[in-house]
T-cell receptor
């Protein structure tokens, strides 16, 4: 069965430090992968997505993610974190092979940024 | 720039009461979704609508019903609320296709006493 795992429930980094959030997926074929961010009291906003082509994808707010098929991973990175990046981050994979657009979400990683 | 609008934003119910959560989108999207978000569990799909007039169950449909009233509106109904349905509910919409990102409302925070 398809699944998405975000191994880190909570991460704390200092402002200006680099960030990597981990995401592992389980899916036999080429996955359609997404990263979303949720600020407190808000809905989810798309950061970036991957379907095919270049395995390093750029997103909004200075985020990037790298798809590694051999490791079944799609980790999110940012070179220098800003205090406004404090939020919850969700990795998701499109469900199945149909064209429905339904997603399976990971459990989420809460990012805290220290001044 | 309304996007996806959910009402109400907060609600407290007593066990056994019924309620309908409203969702409307102005992006002309075919697909709409209802999720619930619980701590440590990410978002779980309750119901899905691929187009006007069609609905389908998601991962956790028990205790809920939906109506796709028209292309813009997709409502979620709790017929007899239970404490286990205390959650944050999100509506989302998207164009058709696995590669299409979903656009989310700001959520409805529902407490069942």
């Amino acid at each position: 069965a398809q699944s998405v795992t975000q191994p880190d429930i909570h991460i704390t980094v200092s402002e200006g430090a680099s960030l990597e959030l981990r995401c592992n997926y389980s899916y036999g074929a080429t996955p359609y992968l997404f990263w979303y961010v949720q600020s407190p009291g808000q809905g989810l906003q798309l950061l970036l997505k991957y379907f095919s082509g270049d395995t390093l994808v750029q997103g909004i707010k200075g985020f990037e993610a790298e798809f590694k098929r051999s490791q079944s991973s799609f980790n999110l990175r940012k070179p220098s974190v800003h205090w406004s990046d404090a939020a919850e981050y969700f990795c998701a994979v499109a469900r199945g092979s149909s064209n429905t657009g339904k997603l399976i979400f990971g459990q989420g990683t809460t990012l805290q940024v220290k001044p | 720039n309304a996007g996806v609008t959910q009402t109400p934003k907060f609600q407290v119910l007593k066990t056994g009461q019924s309620m309908t959560l409203q969702c409307a989108q102005d992006m002309n999207h075919n697909s709409m979704y209802w999720y619930r978000q619980d701590p440590g569990m990410g978002l779980r799909l309750i119901y899905y609508s691929a187009s006007e007039g069609t609905t389908d169950k998601g991962e956790v449909p028990n205790g809920y019903n939906v109506s796709r009233l028209n292309k813009r509106e997709f409502s979620l109904r709790l017929e007899s609320a239970a404490p286990s349905q205390t959650s944050v509910y999100f509506c989302a919409s998207s164009r058709t296709g696995r590669d299409q990102p979903q656009h989310f409302g700001d959520g409805t925070r529902l407490s069942i006493l």
